[in-house]
């Protein structure tokens, strides 16, 4: 799909159930589509019964007609594999498909994405029905890209996993002494002789419930946590293979969710085509948060663009409360992906069901079944201003930032499996403070993973680096000694991969190069807080203050208050040709633009744009140009000086420098310079 | 009981346990009754382990000894069948009769009612238990009616069940291809090929707990929620057609609890001789609310007077804080009773156990074991005054009212079952809005169901008409086309009888009737509200907005903010020789007040009384007269005008027109005229 | 160990596990430990997978060499036997030993502290074991006592503990007859006539959830923690008559934990040669609680010294948020262990671990792994100071109380269990409420079981005594009649042992001594009072007010308000030579502070010093002298004026009677007089 040379424009479209409809119904949509400029579908994405009615039995006669039909109408698809869920029948005869939850009791037939990863029934049936799918298939040349089963996630407990995490183990670590060593199994007599001593963590064992779960034994569940998103990858990539044999030059992916713990999208990129998620932010999540969930979605593919595959039209069904999106959110918020390096808009759905539970999801058409809606006409307008003003122009283009943060899905795991010092710290909480400087401060930011090169930015922010790695602080290290500058926080430098504590002080591998000794970390309740003075004013430390002391680097602001009032806080450490920064606390947004500002005037990083708050830029480019990007997510008009003359796709208004660009609530301008 | 010629008064009395006590008592225990007048006892409602010490052996004797006992004492009995806990060594024998509550894990032995409905071990021992007690016991012409089991509730997710839900719904839809429709199980790949592939929804499979259940298959859950009533309600008339066999004559009945969302009290009552229920309010409840419940009760055999079974007379041992019934609360609450169709003021218990969880549950006869307390000397003075005052004469008495209010079980269970708009919307509580509007207003209403006439009433109320069943469109039609005038609210007409949305825009079937199309709903979140100017008053939008045009109605109010501030959100629409409201928000009691009393004006619906909130006044009438309830439910000393001359059944006081009743707190009047 | 001539000073040191570490470190451990003048270690607590691999392996080769290595540097120490948490093959094995939960699903391998009591699975490799270590290491004499398994508690609820949980009830009550009264069981048809037909109370039969684990059969629920506390206390005395089989002198005990629910510690002490105690407040835990907790701990052996086995250097792992403990607390918390009667100063741990849950728990040695940490200094510094300077003066020193506050067991699960009159009746918080006031007044107290005398005490508190077990009343009712002053509260003397209501009225055999009847009892919310005047001030009634009549007391106040407005609340009786007072609500600590000073005035019982809140004050007394100990728990510094003459310990200063003594924040003072 992204790469794909038939793809001349931004597709627009996506989830099309007509399985769901009778046969009569299809034209209609057909027509509908066609009045919103849809030129995309996902299809078969929940069809395995209707594919399989029984164990021998297989009926594709329904999903041909659908795959002609929108193939005559000159559709392009988006075809799924159906193994987001499992028959019924297929659930009654072999219960080893069955997902096991944490309690330890096994699930009966119902709901979806809950098959076990490693269900021997699971993967023989897939496998089956994705080589008839390839098979059948592989001659529609208006299929543009694979899309296996769907939104993978959850965890299973059975014991087939356990079987499949003792191999697992056995292969990762070979004998059971180094078994013992990694999870420090000495402690509490937990020391095993046999493989066959291994159970799988959960509510039977480990694990316990207490603000989300807990574990008495980090590094077990942390490899669960580890085994479980590969046991899953594992499910994706026995489907990619199969349809590689028949379709070597087919892109295969599969929609992910942004961020979700369950799953190392990290490891997973690897294996997919392109990148393909599904963007559905919670009520109370702001236009930050979301544009951060898409710098890391296209950080996974190392800045390539990637497909937005599944939004609302207008309202979710699973939220307590479900609000309208209002007028021009739906095209904003498109807009906002395409920003962010999105090649695709596409949602979830065409036509909306008439029974369970998404009865009340948003889409294309309405219950009424007609164009005569508000959210038909948005659909409709924006597919238009698609095709015509935007075309083809920003497909493939790639933005380029000179900060990065570093996100890692072992860290997030580990962090908040970690008992003590603190069940208030919240690793994509962390993460977030400093993408929402950076996001106020229109700067440009990349998230990349721990593998990721660091020598093309000029600033690395490491948050709650808790677990450094093996070889990650050398990599660190190089990189500050050649020049580059790098910032950390509190709770980094702890435990390397097995969430084992590296000795001789925190934060152990990353002592040298930050030019500090954290003696301890004092936790503070959610209403208490602690301060410091930075150039002048005054800001909380909160949650956790490391007790710090100077190793070679310099204080840059100290506590104002309690037992360790004077000690350091904030440092910074000349290494190399490099610098090291150090925040021993958690503090406010206020502070975190203020600092970083500094850090970027001197480092000579540049914002996007200068304007007021509430206003998103970002900026791509390709071959086609530069693309800046404005949004403006208040509710108010604002006005935004033009540094560069440029040309709106949306509009096609030509700026010349010095001028205003005028957006209003929801407004969005596409200058091409 | 309840129209049985051998009663000549309200009886007095309630649940009386010997059999907990050492036979000595039982003298003091009839010379203590007979001081408090009381005239009846229910008898044998926890007695099975006593009556069947083992599978093949029975012991009537200390029942025996029992019902001689209250005999020779001159008392009638309420005869129970102890149904309603197994005896332990059943429970041990045949782990069958134990509830699967909907984890899966089946229980032990242990509380009560905890049976499987769908048990054959139940059933057998059940009926053969019943059989023997009727045999025995018809006889004692005593007995005024027989009492099933106690309290039916709760739901069972066990093997047993599942097979019995299948067979139910192979009754019901007949082919497994119409199981796939009305469950729109081609969603989510759920189509179904063999009966065998049901499973019981639960938490093992459609079903998630967040704020209660929630379910991704409605149409299931939808099912199991009347195969679960149905399945309690075929024990009970297992047992019933048992009694019937041996005393043709005798009324049976089981006490209900009001509204309780697990038994479709509407459907049960075709089977009930009469209706008997214990009203337990909670600790938060109004007089409103408790008024309600009665009017739901007396509504189950449209209008015909009900037993009050149970009350406690002084507090209830299962609140969290279990507060006193205030001095005179418990005669108040009594003659509320009374006030709504009450032809009994019966309670739970007689003597306060010393054992075990109801020991601290009121008592006639407290733990102190005498008559000088202040319960003693209040239930004293009650049944004093219902003897030589109120006598027989309101026996039978029905009430007149003008306005009905649609209360369906189906439509608490589907509204509350959706995924979205709100989970904010709670069926009782918008019902009770309307309720509660109507009792400020001293209004008479009956609570009717969708299968009640409705062309005695000048207005019919149906909040939260989510489910509008095949022909209850019609069935409205024809009321408002004749006539009529109906109201209705957001979220009503979604869908069909399964759960399915009836397509063509909202609401549906009742679109043409209300004369309005509702295009979106916006959900709010508690904190937030739009607001509306209803004859120049402004009151609120909550919970829900419709956005609505019309199609034929006209407008009453619109919104005043927000993207669809001007839109209507109240309705008016003449159809046929009647009129169709429509109210597209949840808005505040002061608004319903306000526009239901313009409507009963334009009506002719004139109120009980003029008086002040808080003063709750009725009317029944039978042979002996028309008698006017007045009960004061404030703290302070009201005075309320009479509009028609009468004679206080209490006091004996006669009143003119013109004259005053003065109604001290808790205070009762009843006027017979 | 206590009481044990070979120790001549308190004893310091504590957890010590060698085995998580390669052997390297363990030379640098023993230096540092002599460097915080540690003379003790508490040594195997968790190896019993390392002491044996395998079903007929055993291997102590580690273990030996650990015990040559703290010989070989003159640490004494305290003999763990492993026995708290289970090898993984033994899991795998033999699931009997495997604990449920009361939700009836059978845990798999995990955690410490999950052994089912009644496994003989455990039983018998637990005393194999233990008969090893026995034998091997009875020749150590550096062994100063020996401590059984670790920190027992919990409850398991399997089919294992069914059968002795039907044992148990045989041998308690003979036959099934008694066992139906005594639990109530013709109650809702519970009655059994087979030992068979009773299963252990849980969540799957009696109990659910509600504010805690509530039941529907107090009787049943009550006996089953009776017996899991005692399954739990065979296991140790199991082990016990082991070890005095081969060392009859030594000393034996196991780590408690205070105010644990799961363990009738009264019970236990009986068994256990002296009192060892793990004191880790949790975060919201002032200064009294903790005071309150040693005396309990003090009491358990009628006054006898105790060893504080556990406690944190300076920070634990498990609370949601992890405070430091700040500089000078550890000190003073340590010296508050002294002054209520603790021989030894002990610590969990010596070295932090680096895997696992307890690796962010506080240690001498931290992460950094060398002496130049706050917290070695601390620690180092106390290690000295008690060496130096405390010695072993205080050692065996008692304390000598004219108060006593009656606690017990049965009373904290009867009353807790109780469904009715208010969940807001918490039974340690009671409790507390007088042990405060007592604390900020200075006073000396014992906290006492209902076995121990009541003759050498002035003034017999008894809070709640809801169980007035049989005879208790007698011995009350003697002590005042010779001259003893009894105080007792609302919800107090309403049932026998088996929690059966004492028929007659409440407070029921306390009546006569009392001098009252309680006739009903309102709860109130939380955010609901009652008040009544005292000596002219005006002091809250909350939660429960008793609705009572004077029966030979005087009335010392009443309540001012509600429909009981004029009923006493506070009653004084006189009763043979001595007093009964009632305090029939609850009220504030400035209420009960005022009026225990009043009645202990009378008494002539007088406050240790006369001191501002904040400050704590105790006394010890043994041969060496009078020992008065002043700790300052506040933020400021405090001055005390000396009535007494002495010499402070600590410092060697000689204070003359009328001197100041000046205490800064967290300052000690200990006055040898």
Redesign the interface.
Known sequence: MIGNEKIKKILYGGDY?P??WPEEVWEEDMRLLKLAHVDIVTLNV?????LQ??EETYDFSKLDKIMDLVRQNGLKVFMAT?T??????MA?KYPDILRTPN??????????HVFCPNSPTYHKYAAALVEKLAERYAKYDNIVAWHICNEYGGACYCENCEKAFRKWLQKKYGTIEELNR?????????????W??V?V??L????FE??GIR?????ISLDYARFNSDSLLACYNMEKQILKRYMPQISVTTNIMGMIKATDYQKWSKDMDFVAWDNYPN?EDDAAEVAMRHDLMRGLKQGKSFALAEQTP???????????K??GIMRLWSYQAVAHGADTVMFFQMR??????????GAFI????NED???FREVKALGEELENRVKGLTLGARTHADIAIVFDWDNWWAAEY???????IKYCQEVKQYYKALFSGHYLVDLISVEDELSDYKLVIAPLLYMCKEGYDEKLREYVRQGGTFLSTYFSGYVED?????????PGRLKDILGI?V??I?????EEENSFIYKGRTYPAQIACD?MHLRGAGELAHYESD?YAGMPVITEHIFGKGKAYYVGTRSSEAFYLAFISDIAKELQITPVINAPEGIEATVRENENGNFLFLLNHTQDTVVVPVEQAGKDLLTGKEYSKGDDVVLNRADVVILQR
Request: hydrophobic fraction near 35%; proline fraction near 7%; aromatic fraction near 14%.
């Open positions: 159930n399985e769901q929940f069809n395995w019964a209707m009615p029984g159906s987001g869920a499992y028959p019924a029948w009654r309690n330890g009791i096994r699930r009966k037939f119902g709901r979806r990694v999870w420090n199994l000495p402690f509490w007599s937990h020391t095993m002789y046999d066959e001593d159970v963590p959960s039977l064992t480990e694990e207490s603000d574990t008495t034994f980090q590094g009520a207008s309202v979710n069904n699973w939220n307590p409360v479900c609000r309208l209002r007028p909306r069901s008439i029974g369970a539970c998404e009865k009340f999801h309405d219950h009424v079944g809606t508000r959210v970690s008992a003590g010092p603190s069940r208030l097995h969430d084992l504590v590296v000795t001789g002080g925190y000794w003696e301890e004092d936790a503070l309740p959610s007790l037992f």
